[in-house]
């Protein structure tokens, strides 16, 4: 079992930044790919940022590279989600979760390939 606990979410205006923060527990957090995903009414849940167990490996999709990046301290069992430049098409509620697999071999961009979630965490970008 892992429990995923997000914060940092809230109302900021375009072009402002949030930094999300994602507690982890249960398991040794350092050893697996870590995930950042955002689901928006009606529109599934897509992949924002994800980070190998080092932190030396990351993945963007276009949508947010440049502007999100996302970091870990495995010491704290934490992964993190520095946003920035907010654009109000960001708004949505972000989850992080966990990919258990040991063999992937690469960082995951599908919500079926992660086996833990958190609660999610609400950000609101106005205009």
């Known amino acids: 079992q892992v429990q995923l606990v997000e914060s940092g979410g809230g109302l900021v205006q375009a072009g402002g930044s949030l930094r999300l923060s994602c507690a982890a527990s249960?398991?040794?957090?350092?050893?697996?790919?870590m995930g950042w995903f955002r689901q928006a009414p009606g529109k599934e849940r897509d992949i924002v940022a994800a980070?190998?167990?080092?932190?030396?490996?990351?993945y963007y999709p276009d949508s947010v590279k440049g502007r999100f990046t996302i970091s870990r301290d495995n010491a704290k069992s934490t992964v993190y989600l520095q946003m920035n430049s907010l654009k109000p098409e960001d708004t949505a509620v972000y989850y992080c979760?966990?990919?258990?697999?040991?063999?992937?071999?690469?960082?995951?961009?599908?919500?079926?390939?992660?086996?833990?979630w958190g609660q999610g965490t609400q950000v609101t970008v106005s205009s």
């Open positions: 249960g398991r040794t957090f350092s050893s697996y790919t």
């Open positions: 980070i190998n167990w080092a932190g030396t490996v990351t």
């Open positions: 979760a966990v990919d258990l697999s040991s063999f992937r071999g690469y960082l995951s961009r599908r919500p079926e390939d992660y086996n833990y």
